[in-house]
């Protein structure tokens, strides 16, 4: 596709990521440091993924249930890792506090904290939209575009690009969710976050049946705003409830 | 009370907390490394036909009609040969480089240094700029070509020599410039002899820097003893400074100047100090020389600190020359940009006369800022701009490989105190992350993708 075209969709792709980015992880040095770690994790974690399954692919385009394997096995995989990584960054909190302390500055606020998996999020986003969308757009360059012949009304790349957009704000927002419910020990919010990435995962598998981008894109998207609506249903409640809290006690 | 409200709704006029300048001295080296990456992947993918492209690239080619590249034949004995020879020729390279340090000669270290400078900026930035002239169709006529490359080449190379005399950014922005032009020749290899070459350097520096007898330890040495700087080509980040810090912000009213100079400490330290190294020499408030404030002490212990973080420089390659096969032209004329890829820093910065908190610092600069040689910025480049000539997905790989490898460097650098090497680490993880990208990950993603199956 044209280089106008390519940069439309990758904008697409990545664009909230981008001016979520500029805006509010550019400023702090701390937070870049965690997106790139985060990218990395999820990196790691799909090499894994991809060592597992090397010896099965490639699969063979009748079968749909192997492609249910696959999305559950990679689900759990990911949510594993959002495991790990709350664990390094409860470690990373700790040394983070303890060097607050003894420099007597204050510890990390809440948004901070939130700040913080946002980053983290974002960073499992981006990694997602680059490895999923982005490597597939740059070497397309040149005359004419690609359809799937599933997928005959929409270009590849358009609909490549709204899965990852979707993705995106699925994997930032819900990164935010999930590390709140953590912290704060909510049961309800803690299974939330795996659950709304599985059916994320599952309803891709639409994609699979002829035409059936055209109803799986649409769907993941309002899934991706259910998600941010959580999300700021969470986050609003709790800076709410630490700003009483800190009222209170004062 | 109101701290406290403005802190938890977060908006900027709350007390600063750790997290606002913290790592900052990290980005500020990623940034530049990232950025050098960046060009190179760039005019690779603009200039050079791939050699062994990625069966993506072949079938979307074969799609739409384009030939694809050839693949070089070249074979792992060749490789092997020349990163050996490369090798050798560095060390010969940097012990003469010892040598000549040992007997103060140093005009002729600043004459090699400006001399290799200047050729890199004109010989092979000259190619370049032609090579992107005729790919790209610009017009530009000889006369013009012939008057503006010496005057740019000349500046450029001025400035990377004298950063005391041109504006930092500039001086940054040279020594990347150099860094890519080499960087993207290296790339020109053949693909074997590219990563053997890579994987030799890595262990070159491994042993040049640790063992006792390499002639990188040996350098750092005589300058530390007598407290000079090694001329080199050198990237310094700039110092972060608590409060002209963030260019894009402005300056926050309320700020009591000395309050906030603590939560500049540099995140090295702050490592350091987590692993416990600091608790008996710190005294609480920890803040770091590198305030602006003593801007005018902090150049004179510019002068006098014992920079001795890099061996020299740049040699003279004669670079239009690239076929490896030649190894005899190799043993003469490639030399010795690696000299370049020396430890990340020195610690125990000199006390000099300024009263400083006991910092048993990072041996940072005296403005705290971290200091990256410029083999490293040029092997890094070397490393992605290959992964960017199979594909964008291991260029992708590599980078977060690269990364991770400067991170873990610095960690260790904050741990163990000692100069360090700065490319093993990231070569080894660039190299394994691109195998497996290259074996593994590819396959699987593409089919994941060109399903439209994305979890």
Redesign the interface.
């Known amino acids: 596709m044209t280089v106008a075209a390519g940069l439309g969709y990758a904008l697409i792709a990545l664009g909230p990521a981008f001016s979520l980015f500029a805006g509010v992880v550019a ?7 965690t997106l ?2 985060s ?2 994790f999820w ?1 790691i974690s ?2 894994v ?3 597992i ?2 010896g099965f ?3 063979k ?1 009748g079968t749909w249930w192997a ?1 249910a394997i ?2 559950i096995t ?2 759990a995989l ?1 949510e594993g890792t959002r495991l790990v990584f709350w664990r390094l960054y409860k470690k990373m909190e700790e ?2 506090d ?3 302390d ?11 904290k939130m ?2 998996s946002l980053a983290g999020g974002l960073g499992h986003g981006v990694a ?1 939209a ?7 757009l ?3 360059f ?3 575009t ?1 359809y ?1 012949e ?2 005959s009304k929409m270009p ?1 790349f358009l ?2 690009a709204l ?2 957009l979707g ?1 995106l704000v699925i994997h930032t927002f819900s990164m935010i969710i999930a590390f709140n419910a953590y912290d704060e020990k909510k049961k309800c919010d803690q299974i939330v976050v795996p659950v709304v ?1 599985l059916a ?2 599952v309803m ?2 639409v ?2 049946a002829p035409g059936g ?1 055209l109803i ?1 894109t649409p769907l993941l998207l309002v899934m991706a705003a259910l998600t941010l609506q959580y999300c700021w249903r969470v986050a609003c409640r709790r ?1 709410t409830e ?2 009483h809290r ?2 209170n006690n ?1 | ?1 109101a701290d ?2 403005a ?4 908006d900027p006029r ?11 001295d ?3 080296i ?1 940034y530049p490394v990232s950025a050098c990456m960046l060009l190179v992947v760039l005019l690779v993918s603009l200039l050079s036909s791939p050699s062994a492209p ?1 069966p ?2 072949v079938s ?1 080619a074969a ?4 030939g694809g590249g050839s693949g070089g034949g070249d074979d792992i004995p060749t490789a092997l040969v020349t990163a050996l020879t490369f090798v050798v020729a560095v060390t010969a390279a940097t012990f003469l480089l010892a040598l000549l340090f040992y007997l103060r000669c140093t005009p002729c270290l600043r004459a090699y240094l400006g001399f290799s400078a200047l050729s890199v900026l004109l010989v092979l930035g000259g190619q370049v700029a032609l090579l992107l002239l005729s790919r790209l169709r610009l017009p530009l006529d000889a006369v013009s070509f012939a008057l503006l490359l010496p005057n740019a080449a000349g500046a450029l190379a001025l400035a990377a020599l004298a950063p005391a005399s041109v504006p930092i950014a500039l001086h940054q922005a040279a020594l990347v410039a150099i860094a890519v032009l080499t960087a993207f020749w290296f790339t020109l290899l053949p693909e074997w002899t590219t990563w053997a070459l890579l994987v030799a350097m890595a262990i070159y520096d491994l042993a040049a820097v640790l063992l006792p007898g390499g002639p990188l330890r040996v350098l750092l040495q005589l300058a530390i003893e007598r407290n000079e700087e090694i001329p080199a080509l050198v990237y310094e980040a700039r110092p972060v400074d608590p409060r002209h810090g ?1 260019n ?2 402005l300056w926050r009213e309320g700020r009591q100047p000395g309050a906030d100079l ?2 500049s ?1 540099t ?1 090295v330290e ?1 490592i350091g ?2 692993f416990g190294r600091n608790l008996d020499s ?1 005294s ?3 803040s770091s020389p590198q305030v602006h404030g003593v801007a005018t002490s902090a150049g004179d212990a510019n002068n006098s600190r014992p920079r001795a973080t890099l061996a020299a420089a740049l040699s003279s390659a004669d670079s239009t020359i690239a076929q490896a096969e030649e190894v005899p032209v190799l043993r003469e004329h490639r030399v010795a940009v690696a000299e370049m890829s020396v430890p990340l820093i020195q610690p125990r910065p000199e006390r000099s006369g300024e009263e400083e908190e006991d910092e048993d610092g990072i041996g940072l600069s005296s403005s705290g800022a971290i200091k990256l040689g410029l083999g490293d910025f040029i092997f890094y480049s070397v490393l992605v701009g290959r992964a960017a000539m199979y ?3 291991t260029v ?2 590599c980078y ?2 690269i ?2 490898g400067l ?1 873990i460097t610095l960690l260790l650098l904050a741990f163990f105190r000692t100069a360090l090497p700065a490319l093993p680490v990231s070569i080894t993880l660039g190299v394994v ?1 691109y195998v ?2 290259r ?3 590819e ?13």
């Open positions: 400023r702090k040095p701390f937070l870049v440091l790139l770690s990218t990395l990196l799909l090499i993924l991809s060592g399954w090397r692919l490639p699969i385009s492609y696959l999305i990679s689900v990911q040394m983070l303890a060097f607050a003894r420099i007597s500055k204050p510890r990390l606020s809440l948004t901070d700040l913080i997602h680059v490895f999923f969308c982005l490597s597939l740059t070497p397309a040149g005359r004419a690609f799937v599933r997928c590849f609909a490549s899965i990852a993705f990435h994320a995962a891709t598998l994609n699979l981008c799986g800076l630490h700003q800190q009222l004062n | 009370m406290a409200a802190t938890v709704s977060g709350g007390r600063p907390t750790v997290l606002d300048s913290l790592g900052e990290i980005t500020r990623v990625s993506l690239a979307i799609a739409t009609g384009g963030r894009w912000r603590d939560v400490s995140t702050v100090e987590v710190n609480g408030n920890s594909d964008y997905m992708y790989a977060l490989a990364i991770a991170g992350f497996l990208t074996t593994l990950l396959e699987f993603v593409v089919q994941c993708s060109t399903n439209l199956l994305m979890f």
